[in-house]
């Protein structure tokens, strides 16, 4: 008899106990444990089960479930007698970050003490006897919402005090999603308000703290060390490149079909394939999504089920307002293409609006891509350079990219559809009318912040471009010249469709030196795709010549004019 999907369940506890559809991660456990790391940060994708593995360990190891054998029975780490008799033996502080989520600095440091109160007020029977001195107890009481910086930032070192003092054993303290905090401050504006005070917290909790035995940490990315690990010694850190814990997140491509035969699935396991495979940790290919595969079973249909979260919003800002060489080269894995760059896998979030590399490392490390290959520049012995090939990690990948890219235009929807309209019925004066109120809408969406989107319209054009490639991809195969100087890009759209038209695009900004008025710019535009030749590329594709229109768009500031030419320039 098939399982119950409990779709959102994290608490290893009652996935155990309702006997909840599971597949077995305890192998975690032993690796860990064997690693002897005294600091563990590992970084894995959003929604790949790092939540339910920090429960499992905490269930583990804590004295808290200390007889609870039932829970682990029947499961891996159960086979060896050196294991079960871990279970149940160390004091565990488990916290997650996962819900500070919120929009200024002072509403998520009162919600951390918040988190930090509550670890206090489940151990109040600490204040009972002689473990604790009079001023430790003052000490302890202390630890409310309401806390000042000090006794926050000392609360984990000191509750792993007072813990080692009860059970005479040093802790093991769990961090999970340490840094969903600062995503959320990053994209709120409070970065260096809420990176001080972490770094202050965590230098504390994992370096000062002679109580801590050992500690696991888990997020999405590799937060840098200058940002909030400068002031204690270097974690052993696991990110989506290493091989260590390869098969301890996600499912395996052998665990997905076994998973599919169970639910009576398995004449789909090439269409839960095409749609799902294709993430890589280390050298371990063929991982699945846990979230997406678990819905599928749960619905028995493919869809994106990655929701909306914070690091989507984040990525989503990264490519909204980055420059032209990050859209230009999103254009290239949205057709199925890949890029290829140098990555540094610590996130430096201040570098993140203006580095192309910062991004695809963020991007990598968030699942969104993955590591095609991976070239290696060495002169000698010494390596110097190593530059990876990525790609979009699959279909639901790319399908979740379109949605987003949609909703960069929810503002103007209305008039953006108009014009695609006024675009594919050659209808001119609609593409000028609808164009303008679309750019009016939308400019500053794709504005860094830093300066007014007038002065720079090429983030603008550049996300438009995106867009079309994401409307019209069903109908044409959409493709750049990728040779853009400033205010210059040409796009082709060659029909699938023989009875449609083929169409040019040339956007060119108004140079008061060289044109006298928009009507000269956009001339200007024509005269670059007849200089280019692109008539010719879809002439050679079969496309009569009187089947093709040629659009030059004029920009200055956020009014645009459109001007036509037909048949082979």
Same mark, same amino acid.
């Given at each position: 008899?098939?399982?119950?999907?409990?779709?959102?369940?994290?608490?290893?506890?009652?996935?155990?106990?309702?006997?909840?559809?599971? !597949?077995?991660?305890?192998?975690?456990?032993?690796?860990?444990?064997?690693?002897?790391?005294?600091?563990?940060?590992?970084?894995?994708?959003?929604?790949?089960?790092?939540?339910?593995?920090?429960?499992?360990?905490?269930?583990?190891?804590?004295?808290?479930?200390?007889?609870?054998?039932?829970?682990?029975?029947?499961?891996?780490?159960?086979?060896?007698?050196?294991?079960?008799?871990?279970?149940?033996?160390?004091?565990?502080?488990?916290?997650?970050?996962?819900?500070?989520?919120?929009?200024?600095?002072?509403?998520?440091?009162?919600?951390?003490?918040?988190?930090?109160?509550?670890?206090?007020?489940?151990?109040?029977?600490?204040?009972?006897?002689?473990?604790?001195?009079?001023?430790?107890?003052?000490?302890?009481?202390?630890?409310?919402?309401?806390?000042?910086?000090?006794?926050?930032?000392?609360?984990?070192?000191?509750?792993?005090?007072?813990?080692?003092?009860?059970?005479?054993?040093?802790?093991?303290?769990?961090?999970?999603?340490?840094?969903?905090?600062?995503?959320?401050?990053?994209?709120?504006?409070?970065?260096?308000?809420?990176?001080?005070?972490?770094?202050?917290?965590?230098?504390?909790?994992?370096?000062?703290?002679?109580?801590?035995?050992?500690?696991?940490?888990?997020?999405?990315?590799?937060?840098?060390?200058?940002?909030?690990?400068?002031?204690?010694?270097?974690?052993?850190?696991?990110?989506?490149?290493?091989?260590?814990?390869?098969?301890?997140?996600?499912?395996?491509?052998?665990?997905?079909?076994?998973?599919?035969?169970?639910?009576?699935?398995?004449?789909?396991?090439?269409?839960?394939?095409?749609?799902?495979?294709?993430?890589?940790?280390?050298?371990?290919?063929?991982?699945?999504?846990?979230?997406?595969?678990?819905?599928?079973?749960?619905?028995?249909?493919?869809?994106?089920?990655?929701?909306?979260?914070?690091?989507?919003?984040?990525?989503?800002?990264?490519?909204?307002?980055?420059?032209?060489?990050?859209?230009?080269?999103?254009?290239?894995?949205?057709?199925?293409?890949?890029?290829?760059?140098?990555?540094?896998?610590? !996130?430096?979030?201040?570098?993140?609006?203006?580095?192309?590399?910062?991004?695809?490392?963020?991007?990598?490390?968030?699942?969104?891509?993955?590591?095609?290959?991976?070239?290696?520049?060495?002169?000698?012995?010494?390596?110097?350079?190593?530059?990876?090939?990525?790609?979009?990690?699959?279909?639901?990948?790319?399908?979740?990219?379109?949605?987003?890219?949609?909703?960069?235009?929810?503002?103007?929807?209305?008039?953006?559809?108009?014009?695609?309209?006024?675009?594919?019925?050659?209808?001119?004066?609609?593409?000028?009318?609808?164009?303008?109120?679309?750019?009016?809408?939308?400019?500053?969406?794709?504005?860094?912040?830093?300066?007014?989107?007038?002065?720079?319209?090429?983030?603008?054009?550049?996300?438009?471009?995106?867009?079309?490639?994401?409307?019209?991809?069903?109908?044409?195969?959409?493709?750049?010249?990728?040779?853009?100087?400033?205010?210059?890009?040409?796009?082709?759209?060659?029909?699938?469709?023989?009875?449609?038209?083929?169409?040019?695009?040339?956007?060119?900004?108004?140079?008061?030196?060289?044109?006298?008025?928009?009507?000269?710019?956009?001339?200007?535009?024509?005269?670059?795709?007849?200089?280019?030749?692109?008539?010719?590329?879809?002439?050679?594709?079969?496309?009569?010549?009187?089947? !093709?229109?040629?659009?030059?768009?004029?920009?200055?500031?956020?009014?645009?004019?459109?001007?036509?030419?037909?048949?082979?320039?």
């Amino acid at each position: 008899m098939e399982r119950v999907i409990g779709i959102g369940s994290q608490d290893f506890e009652l996935i155990r106990v309702k006997d909840y559809f599971y !597949i077995d991660k305890t192998n975690f456990i032993r690796e860990w444990w064997k690693a002897g790391e005294s600091v563990t940060l590992i970084t894995r994708p959003r929604r790949f089960g790092k939540t339910l593995n920090m429960s499992m360990m905490e269930k583990f190891f804590s004295i808290d479930y200390a007889g609870r054998s039932e829970l682990f029975r029947g499961l891996s780490i159960w086979e060896e007698e050196e294991y079960r008799d871990l279970q149940g033996t160390y004091p565990v502080i488990s916290l997650s970050l996962a819900q500070l989520k919120e929009t200024d600095y002072q509403t998520a440091r009162r919600k951390l003490c918040e988190l930090l109160a509550r670890e206090f007020a489940k151990r109040e029977f600490l204040l009972e006897g002689d473990y604790l001195t009079e001023s430790e107890k003052n000490t302890f009481r202390r630890k409310t919402i309401d806390m000042d910086d000090v006794d926050a930032t000392l609360s984990l070192h000191q509750l792993s005090d007072y813990l080692s003092r009860y059970y005479g054993k040093k802790v093991l303290i769990l961090l999970d999603e340490y840094d969903t905090p600062m995503q959320e401050a990053y994209i709120k504006g409070y970065w260096e308000e809420m990176s001080d005070f972490m770094r202050s917290l965590f230098n504390a909790t994992f370096k000062t703290n002679p109580y801590l035995y050992r500690a696991l940490m888990t997020g999405i990315t590799r937060v840098s060390k200058e940002s909030i690990f400068s002031d204690f010694n270097n974690p052993k850190v696991v990110t989506t490149t290493s091989k260590e814990y390869a098969q301890c997140f996600g499912f395996t491509e052998e665990e997905v079909f076994t998973a599919l035969e169970e639910y009576g699935l398995s004449h789909k396991k090439e269409e839960v394939k095409n749609w799902y495979d294709g993430f890589t940790f280390g050298e371990t290919t063929d991982i699945y999504n846990p979230w997406s595969i678990i819905n599928y079973l749960d619905k028995g249909e493919v869809g994106v089920y990655w929701a909306n979260t914070s690091s989507n919003k984040l990525v989503g800002k990264l490519i909204q307002e980055g420059s032209k060489d990050i859209k230009q080269d999103f254009e290239l894995l949205l057709q199925g293409s890949s890029v290829k760059t140098e990555l540094d896998e610590q !996130i430096v979030y201040g570098e993140l609006s203006g580095q192309r590399e910062a991004v695809w490392s963020l991007l990598l490390a968030s699942g969104y891509l993955k590591v095609k290959g991976v070239e290696v520049h060495s002169q000698g012995y010494e390596e110097w350079k190593r530059v990876h090939e990525l790609e979009l990690t699959n279909f639901e990948v790319k399908l979740m990219f379109r949605k987003m890219i949609h909703r960069w235009f929810d503002c103007a929807a209305g008039d953006y559809n108009e014009f695609i309209k006024a675009l594919l019925a050659g209808d001119r004066k609609g593409m000028n009318h609808y164009m303008n109120s679309v750019a009016l809408k939308t400019f500053s969406y794709f504005d860094t912040g830093k300066a007014p989107s007038e002065s720079e319209p090429e983030r603008f054009y550049h996300g438009f471009v995106l867009g079309l490639m994401v409307e019209l991809s069903d109908r044409y195969i959409i493709t750049s010249n990728r040779e853009s100087g400033f205010g210059r890009y040409d796009v082709m759209l060659e029909p699938k469709n023989r009875e449609d038209d083929g169409i040019l695009l040339e956007f060119k900004v108004h140079d008061p030196e060289d044109e006298r008025d928009l009507e000269e710019t956009a001339a200007a535009a024509l005269a670059q795709i007849e200089e280019k030749q692109y008539a010719g590329a879809l002439l050679a594709k079969g496309i009569p010549a009187d089947r !093709i229109r040629s659009y030059g768009f004029a920009f200055e500031g956020k009014t645009v004019l459109i001007r036509e030419s037909r048949g082979q320039p």
